[in-house]
């Protein structure tokens, strides 16, 4: 089959823009220091000029002429400036008549760089989503991941996106800290849900892709594998202490043991019994590497 775009490989994208096209504005991740994460280690970062992009555009537009979405990879194409966005965007818009969405994964702090100007600048022209990686609201974890970031910083990033009209998709990871932090990440995490109220809501499973020891290298704490039961209780308490309206929730991803959706916090009761059954259900045993499907 023919491809007239070649990509930097791994492509990695949100499980929501399955259906979008996927322009790679930037290769790899400009932070890619987080203890959990493996999905830039092959690459080096670095960002695409502006003509590059200008004719995989072209030929995206040509050959997918109905496409409605638009996702701006790699691991945060928003770390680009709004000088360096706003023309991509703006030939996007150009060569692309139905487009709806576009979307890319942030950091808060590539938020806090912009101003409220540019912001509303980049939302008026389609920006309107953008998946921020929180995976905790605990500060003390946050430095355990190298992270980069704080529950201040994330609140106020995330605010500040909200306040000039950009939607969020927040991922929280699930099993993260390990069994001594699990009750900290599961309270500090349901606390920023709260603040920050987003559109979408996922948690995630911690992965571990080449074993506990090269997490635990890389995890500057004490960290313990829990089992799946222990998984599901971090989880219920996660959402037991979520106080949020019109929130759009998943956990559905590939890495989750457990399917759960809904709306928080209208369905609260209804997950958390899903969460109890499989709570009662489950016998303790540890969580497998490669992550499954229940």
């Known amino acids: 089959m023919f491809t007239p775009i070649k990509y930097n ?15 790679q504005a930037t290769i790899g991740c400009s932070w890619n220091k987080c203890a959990f ?12 000029k502006l003509e590059e992009l200008k004719n995989e555009i072209k030929v995206l537009a040509d050959i997918l002429p109905g496409t409605k979405k638009i996702f701006l990879a790699d691991g945060n194409a928003f770390v680009l400036s709004a000088n360096k966005l706003l023309p991509i965007l703006s030939e996007i818009n150009t060569q692309f008549g139905k487009i709806q ?25 389609g920006l309107k989503l953008l998946y921020v990686g929180i995976e905790t609201g605990n500060d003390d974890l946050l430095k355990m991941i190298r992270k980069g970031e704080t529950f201040n ?95 759009i929730y998943r956990s559905d991803h590939v890495s989750n043991n457990l399917i759960l959706k809904g709306t928080l916090n209208k369905d609260k009761n209804q997950l958390i019994s899903v969460l109890n059954t499989a709570i009662n259900d489950t016998k303790p045993e540890i969580l497998p590497q490669t992550a499954k499907i229940l």
């Open 153 to 247: 910083s994330s609140v106020d990033g995330i605010l500040k996106a909200h306040h000039s009209g950009i939607d969020t998709s927040i991922m929280i990871i699930n099993g993260l800290g390990g069994t001594e932090y699990s009750t900290r990440h599961a309270i500090d995490s349901a606390k920023i849900i709260s603040k920050i109220k987003p559109k979408f809501l996922s948690t995630l499973t911690l992965s571990l892709p080449y074993g506990e020891n090269h997490f635990q290298n890389k995890f500057k704490g004490n960290y313990q594998q829990q089992s799946i039961k222990d998984l599901f209780k971090e989880l219920k308490l996660f959402i037991e202490n979520i106080d949020t309206h019109n929130t």
């Open 101 to 125: 969405r576009i979307s890319s994964y942030a950091l808060p702090k590539d938020i806090l760089s912009k101003s409220d100007s540019e912001l509303k600048e980049l939302r008026k022209n």
């Open 37 to 48: 994460c493996e999905m830039y280690s092959s690459k080096k970062f670095k960002t695409r």
């Open 9 to 23: 490989e791994p492509v990695l994208r949100p499980p929501a823009e399955a259906y979008s096209a996927i322009i």
